[in-house]
């Protein structure tokens, strides 16, 4: 048998379990049983995402891809909505949508760089349609709110849960 160790928090209790993640000893008390075995709290009080939320490489490739092909066809998506009512809230709901579909791009893990990518994607359609308008010095904050309401909801559907 292994030495006994000793839990890392608790220097005198002996154990025989260490964490999954950093291999650090720790007593029954202070283990956490998590879907991936037994770690530390300070491991098991990671968010999930933290550990599922790093892309390979091939899902932040789709997931730019993704977002280049929400960009460009957004244009003609907020070109639309700019024509309708309640613009902002249907941009809310085109911006899940489009931030729904870079998540699973992605591989579903969301995370900093899928909100980053869902939030450019999203906002780049609006920007195109707005820039004649901010250029020519005309401000008008109707589109812009949907924009943000737009950007904030792509950024929503890739957090991390
Ligand atoms: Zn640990
Ligand atoms: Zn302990």
New binding site residues.
């Given amino acids: 048998m292994a030495e006994p160790l000793h839990c890392y928090r608790h220097p005198k209790r002996e154990t025989r379990v260490s964490?999954a993640?950093?291999g650090?000893p720790i007593c029954t008390e202070c283990m956490v049983a998590t879907d991936v075995g037994i770690?530390?709290p300070?491991?098991a009080r990671l968010p999930r995402g933290a550990r599922a939320g790093v892309m390979k490489r091939d899902q932040v490739v789709r997931s730019v891809l993704a977002g280049v092909g929400v960009a460009v066809a957004g244009i003609p998506v907020a070109y639309v909505l700019f024509l309708l009512p309640f613009t902002w809230l249907i941009s809310a709901a085109a911006g899940y949508g489009a931030g729904v579909l870079i998540n699973r791009a992605g591989g579903r893990n969301g995370g900093p760089l899928a909100i980053v990518i869902a939030v450019l994607a999203t906002a780049v359609p609006f920007l195109v349609l707005l820039a004649p308008n901010l250029l020519a010095g005309a401000f008008n904050p109707r589109p812009l709110i949907a924009m943000v309401f737009a950007v904030i909801a792509a950024g929503v559907a890739n957090r991390q849960i």
């Fill in positions: 964490c993640t950093c650090r770690k530390c300070d491991d």
